[in-house]
């Protein structure tokens, strides 16, 4: 089946500090992989995603790379601000197999980012 | 935009009681989806329905049960409330069952069960 896995945390950064959030996937067919976050009190909102191998996608200064050889979709910034303090899902999709299983996600990474 | 919505941010209820949640979207997507959200747990799929009257177990189905009467609306019911459903209730729909169509999610439910 699908899975993904990602550094739980929490991660405490200082501002302007620079980000990496791992995390890597099993999946039976061809997914798109996603970055979703969830600011405190609110549901989950897409931050980035990318469907195939190599795409890149990126969003409020956040990328990641799908790397299919490695089966990983880092998250980074290249500066944190206080804002960015939120949880973090990475997740994909594939319904190959079936509706129920095709959307796996993370269990979340919580980024606390320290003035 | 597109829009979900969960009729309630928070919720108290009685042990015992029947329990709806509501969610609604007004994109017209064919997939809807309800998680429950525990920390260190992640979110764990409950149903999931694909079309008006389908569905399919997630994860977790067990003392829950679903309604999808129309397109739009995708309700959770929770037959006999007890506290280990105390929790975050999320909803989310999708456009199709193509793998870059990505959710979308209403705010969120906490619900408490005393």
Known sequence: GNSVTQMEGPVTLSEEAFLTINCTYTATGYPSLFWYVQYPGEGLQLL?????????????GFEATYRKETTSFHLEKGSVQVS???????????YSGGGADGL???????????? | ?????????????????????????????????WYRQDPGLGLRLIYFSYDVKMKEKGDIPEGYSVS???????????????????????CASSLTLDTWAEAFFGQGTRLTVV
Do not use: W
């Open chain 1, 84 to 94: 960015d303090s939120a949880v973090y899902f990475c997740a994909l999709s594939d």
């Open chain 2, 68 to 90: 999808r009467e129309k397109k739009e609306r995708f309700s959770l019911i929770l037959e006999s409330a007890s506290t280990n459903q105390t929790s975050m209730y999320l």
């Open chain 1, 48 to 60: 980035l995603k990318a469907t195939k191998a190599d795409d890149k996608g990126s969003n409020k």
């Open chain 2, 1 to 33: 935009d597109v829009k979900v919505t969960q009729s309630s941010r928070y919720l108290v209820k009685r042990t015992g009681e029947k329990v709806f949640l509501e969610c609604v979207q007004d994109m017209d997507h064919e997939n809807m989806f």
């Open chain 1, 104 to 115: 796996t996600f993370g269990k979340g990474t919580h980024l606390i980012i320290q003035p």
